[in-house]
C-alpha cells in the first residue's frame, strides 16, 4: 500500500517572501504520479502542479516548482513570491497510473495536509 | 467550460436518518470518483467509476453506502442509516480518463450526522 506523509501541519509566510512544503511518500512501485493540490477555504480542489515519476526535469508552474527527489522518495513544493491568495490547505497525493499493475490504479491518495497562512 | 457540480452544499441531518448526494462531472469525463474528507484530514477515496461500472470500491462501507452512476454521466452517494462518524466533506471529482489524467474536483458536500 502506498502512504504519503505531510510532517509540518501549519506554516506561515509574509507575502511576496518563498515557502516550501514538504512531502514524502512510500511505494514499491517505480511508475507513478505525484500532485500538489490545493484547497482554500472555500472549499473547492484544484490542482497546483503535476510530475510524472519517470521524467527527471522539476515541473514548474509560474510561482509553483516542486523538487523530486525519487531515491529518497520526497516530493516538495516551493512557492515564490508568495501572494495572500496562496491561503489554503495543500496536499501531497499520489496517483499509480493505469498499466502499473493491480487494481488500485487511478486513485489519489493524499497526505494529511499543510495549512499555509500568508501573511500581508 | 464548466466544472464538476455537487449538490446540495450543505445536510445536516439525525443519525439514522438517510441522505443523498448528486455529482455532475465535466462533459465527456469518463471516470468519477467519491472522496471523503473527515476535518482535518485529506480525502480518502470511497469508490471509483468507469463509465457505468465500478472499478473500486474497496473503500465504501457498503452496509450503509451505496453508489451508482446508472447512464455513465453523473452519480449519486447514498447514506443509509447516517452514523455521527460520518460527518465529512463528500467531495466528487472526474477525469477524462482512468489512471494517467488529473482528477478535477467539485465543490463538496459538507454533511453534518447529528
Known amino acids: 500500500a502506498q502512504t504519503v506523509t505531510q510532517s509540518q501541519p501549519e506554516m506561515s509566510v509574509q507575502e511576496a517572501e518563498t515557502v516550501t512544503l514538504s512531502c514524502t511518500y512510500d511505494?514499491?512501485?517505480?511508475?507513478?504520479?505525484l500532485f500538489w493540490y490545493k484547497q482554500p477555504p472555500s472549499r473547492q480542489m484544484i490542482l497546483v502542479i503535476r510530475?510524472?515519476?519517470?521524467?527527471?526535469q522539476n515541473a514548474t508552474e509560474n510561482r509553483f516548482s516542486v523538487n523530486f527527489q525519487k531515491a529518497a522518495k520526497s516530493f516538495s513544493l516551493k512557492i515564490s513570491d508568495s501572494q495572500l491568495g496562496d491561503t489554503a490547505m495543500y496536499f501531497c497525493?499520489?496517483?499509480?497510473?493505469?498499466?502499473?499493475?493491480?487494481?488500485?490504479?487511478?486513485?489519489?491518495?493524499f497526505g494529511q495536509g499543510t495549512i499555509l497562512t500568508v501573511h500581508p | 467550460e464548466a466544472g464538476v457540480a455537487q449538490s446540495p452544499r450543505y445536510k445536516i441531518i439525525e443519525k439514522r436518518q438517510s441522505v443523498a448526494f448528486w455529482c455532475n462531472p465535466i462533459s465527456g469525463h469518463a471516470t468519477l470518483y467519491w472522496y471523503q474528507q473527515i476535518l482535518g484530514q485529506g480525502p480518502k477515496l470511497l469508490i471509483q467509476?468507469?463509465?457505468?461500472?465500478?472499478?473500486?470500491d474497496s473503500q465504501l462501507p457498503k452496509d450503509r453506502f451505496s453508489a451508482e452512476r446508472l447512464k455513465g454521466v453523473d452519480s449519486t452517494l447514498k447514506i443509509q442509516p447516517a452514523k455521527l462518524e460520518d460527518s465529512a466533506v463528500y467531495l466528487c471529482?472526474?477525469?477524462?480518463?482512468?489512471?494517467?489524467?488529473?482528477?478535477?474536483f467539485g465543490p463538496g458536500t459538507r454533511l453534518t450526522v447529528l
Open positions: 510530475q510524472e515519476a519517470y521524467k527527471q
Open positions: 467509476f468507469q463509465n457505468n461500472g465500478v472499478v473500486d
Open positions: 471529482a472526474s477525469s477524462l480518463v482512468l489512471g494517467t489524467d488529473t482528477q478535477y
Open positions: 497525493a499520489f496517483m499509480i497510473p493505469l498499466g502499473a499493475g493491480g487494481t488500485s490504479y487511478g486513485k489519489l491518495t
Open positions: 511505494t514499491s512501485e517505480s511508475n507513478y504520479y
